[in-house]
Nanobody, 123 residues
Framework: EVQLVESGGGLVRAEGSLRLSCAVS????????IGWFRQAPGREREGVSC????????YYADSVKGRFTISVDNAKNTMYLQMSSLKPEDTAVYYC????????????????WGQGTQVTVSS
């Protein structure tokens, strides 16, 4: 059974930090490109960050560059999104995802998705 289980979401004040976790079952995360996405109410889902399977290169949306960090722990088969200097505009449901493609992208065409976790940043 393939399953991505997220944790770490919640309410945080502006300028605060939060770390999202995504525990993966049913496949080995090191064999996939992985990504984090977010969706605000009434808006389309957008890519936040991803890591390519091919060379482990990381990519970030301009809106989060310098504030967010994507990483994986192969021993725990878990992926993370460390979020710092949070802003109210970061408020959204955050999703983790995995894709068998050699290179990651900010499109929605990933093989597996987590259930989403709410992140709310207050001013």
């Amino acid at each position: 059974e393939v399953q991505l289980v997220e944790s770490g979401g919640g309410l945080v004040r502006a300028e605060g930090s939060l770390r999202l976790s995504c525990a993966v079952s049913g496949f080995t995360v090191r064999d996939y490109s992985i990504g984090w996405f977010r969706q605000a109410p009434g808006r389309e889902r957008e890519g936040v960050s991803c890591i390519s399977k091919a060379g482990g290169n990381t990519y970030y949306a301009d809106s989060v560059k310098g504030r967010f960090t994507i990483s994986v722990d192969n021993a725990k088969n878990t992926m993370y999104l460390q979020m710092s200097s949070l802003k109210p505009e970061d408020t959204a449901v955050y999703y983790c995802a995995a894709d068998s493609n050699m290179y990651c992208s900010f499109t929605d065409r990933y093989d597996y998705w987590g259930q989403g976790t709410q992140v709310t940043v207050s001013s």
